[in-house]
């Protein structure tokens, strides 16, 4: 069983930037696939970026915007998330995937709004 912990999540203004967080449980973080899901209201959860051991991928809405990485000392994933939109405004979801199990976190709310 891994557990997933997120943070940094908030309000911003378009334009803005926010780090979330995302601890992780166990002792083979280094070998989970990590992810970031995003879900507004009325629409299906999406994947925004991945992080595998030897690659990172993301959705094309936040090339060049968003950046994933990981600290296997700290069993944590981030995202920094810049230039914000107001239609970055979801609940954020970690996830991570382990031996053909997904494990999800509780959801971070991002709100960017004037």
């Known amino acids: 069983q891994v557990q997933l912990v997120e943070s940094g999540g908030g309000l911003v203004q378009p334009g803005g930037s926010l780090r979330l967080s995302c601890a992780a449980s166990?002792?083979?973080?280094?070998?989970?696939?990590m992810s970031w899901y995003r879900q507004a209201p009325g629409t299906e959860r999406e994947l925004v970026a991945i992080?595998?051991?030897?690659?990172?991928n993301y959705a094309d809405s936040v090339k060049g915007r968003f950046t994933i990485s990981r600290d296997n000392a700290k069993n944590t994933v981030y995202l920094q998330m810049n230039s914000l939109k107001p239609e970055d405004t979801a609940v954020y979801y970690c996830?991570?995937?382990?031996?053909?199990?997904?494990?999800w976190g509780q959801g971070t709310q991002v709100t960017v709004s004037s």
């Open positions: 992080i595998a051991p030897y690659m990172t």
């Open positions: 996830k991570a995937r382990w031996l053909d199990n997904d494990y």
């Open positions: 166990g002792s083979t973080f280094s070998a989970y696939v």
